[in-house]
């Protein structure tokens, strides 16, 4: 990842949040990326990782923060960065 923005976190966060479509708290996001991608990222860095994405309108803030989901601009942003693995759910 080049930007400087772009951490792991923020990787994991836009790929959960793409494969569903729907609004997820950061612990649910922390725990999806757990089982789903096989990496150990804390509720704190994901709350961190969403807050840089909503800094460039990428997630969008749901129950005054308790739900996120990635807008307009976070899912054409998904879809070419991660192309077809950021859409249907992985086993």
Known sequence: MTEEWRTEAV????RVL???GLGV???GIAANIERLLREDVDVAAVEDALERLADRNMV????AG???RLTE???EYATAEFGD???GYID
């Open 11 to 14: 990787e994991a966060v836009l």
């Open 18 to 20: 793409a494969q569903t």
């Open 25 to 27: 708290s950061p612990g």
């Open 60 to 63: 969008k803030s749901l129950d």
């Open 66 to 68: 308790d739900y996120y």
């Open 73 to 75: 601009r976070g899912r």
């Open 85 to 87: 693995d950021v859409f």
